[in-house]
């Protein structure tokens, strides 16, 4: 905000610090990169007094609101380790008070360690889950509720991978990661494979087909091939793309409104469906409704888990369906766990629910399974 020379300033007055703080524990002290330092020193406890030094030099020429110093520890109880490995963990911790404002300082510990070791696992796993055939694909009906009796109208595809030491693991601990590096489009292109051979299946078994969702990632859709590889593998499974269904979440839209925009065009006029997932989430809802062409609306699970008690909530989703309905698409519930809330989302018009109340994620068999009754009790 005041220029490049008073930033200079401000880095020349934290490196006199360090290099004081340094000089008086017969430690080290450098500049690490643009505004970060490191400092090796003896140990002590009081991880305050260095920091509340800087934070004094730098509140004489800054106010306090506008600067926020954060310190990251590694203390010298990982002997194994190189120098610069310490230095990287103590980073680690740094770097894990992002956005935190409250504290100012952070000591990598043993919880830190396993959180870094899971995570380098997850990623150094990948390939040898998808060749052993970890990675599983589950399915969670969602029932059309218009009419007297509730009717299977799709499934969602959700991803789990039963990792070897870790057990059974749910997406929200791998995706994320995933996501972060490119992996996710190899993930989503296995998933997506996995359910339109699960399509054909039940078609050969039942006679008839069931539209299937699957998670669309925000990088899938940077990918220029998207289009083409759904066509393929819906074409090898003899399924009309009308009737696989793409969820792609609300949060997307930030991103590049432009390439998605065009990719949704692109992935629609090849017959595709698309639901937008998370709806009400983000906070670009209405905004994207205005300008992306979708063909469902996916209530985000948030709303659905503060209808009952609170009113307010309530209303945005009268609206959110109201909405849905003036657009001439379905509105989708999800996360619906209890009887009331499906009576409130029924009696505000809400054409379609999915959540516990009717069933977890299962296996295809038991898909399988509950469409052979369905058929049975003629629903
Ligand atoms: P999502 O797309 O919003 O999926 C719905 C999540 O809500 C699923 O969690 C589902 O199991 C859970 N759920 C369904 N009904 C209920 C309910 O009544 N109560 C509660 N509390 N939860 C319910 P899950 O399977 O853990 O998936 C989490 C997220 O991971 C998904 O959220 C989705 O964003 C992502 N994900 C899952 N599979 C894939 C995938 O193959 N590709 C990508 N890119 N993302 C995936
Ligand atoms: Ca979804
Ligand atoms: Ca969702």
Redesign the pocket.
């Known amino acids: 905000i005041y220029g490049r020379n008073f930033g200079d300033i401000i880095l020349q007055t934290i490196a006199a610090d360090i290099t004081q703080l340094a000089e008086e524990s017969e430690g080290i002290g450098c500049r690490y990169n643009a505004d970060g330092f490191f400092l090796y020193m003896a140990h002590h406890w009081n991880y305050e007094k260095p920091l509340e030094r800087i934070q004094f030099h730098l509140s004489e020429l800054l106010k306090e609101t506008e600067i926020h110093v954060r310190m990251g520890i590694c203390q010298g109880t990982f002997r194994s380790i190189s120098i610069e490995q310490s230095f990287d963990r103590a980073l680690y911790a740094c770097n894990s008070l992002r956005e935190n404002f409250t504290s100012a300082f952070a000591v990598y510990d043993e919880k830190m360690h396993e959180e870094e070791v899971r995570k380098a696992r997850i990623l150094s796993d990948f390939a040898d889950a998808v060749e052993k055939r970890q990675f599983s ?2 399915y ?1 009906p969602k029932y059309n509720i218009h009419g007297e009796f509730p009717v299977l109208s799709s499934l ?5 991978w039963s990792h070897p030491e870790f057990g059974k693991m ?3 601990t791998f ?1 994320p990661q995933f ?1 972060k590096n490119g992996l ?1 489009q190899k ?2 292109k296995y ?1 997506w494979k996995e359910a339109a051979c699960q399509m054909r299946k039940w078609k050969e078994l039942h006679g008839t087909t069931i539209p299937v969702s ?4 925000r990088v ?1 859709l940077h990918d220029p091939k998207i289009v083409d590889y759904l066509l393929q593998i819906t074409k090898e499974n003899d399924i009309d793309p009308s009737q696989f269904l793409l ?1 792609i ?1 609300e949060s997307a839209y930030i991103d590049d409104n432009n390439i998605l925009v065009e990719t949704v065009k692109k992935l629609r006029e090849a017959g595709f469906k698309v639901e937008m ?2 709806f009400g989430s983000g906070y670009s809802s209405l905004n994207m409704l205005a300008t992306l062409p979708i063909d469902a609306i ?1 209530i ?2 948030g709303f659905i ?1 503060k209808i009952i008690y609170d009113k307010k909530t309530m209303y945005l989703v009268n609206v959110i369906i109201g909405i849905a309905k003036e657009f001439g698409i379905p509105c989708i519930a ?4 209890t009887k009331e809330q499906l009576d409130l989302l029924k009696n505000a018009g809400c054409e379609i629910v ?4 009717f069933s ?2 299962v296996s295809p068999e038991e898909i399988s399974e509950l469409r052979k009754k369905a058929i049975r009790q003629d629903i």
């Open positions: 694909v589950l969670q969602e595809a959700l991803v789990s749910r997406p929200d995706i996501e996710i993930l989503d998933v699957v998670n669309v990632s899938d969820e979440t997932d998370d996916k985000d699970i888990r999800e996360g619906v766990e999915q959540g516990y109340y977890k994620p």
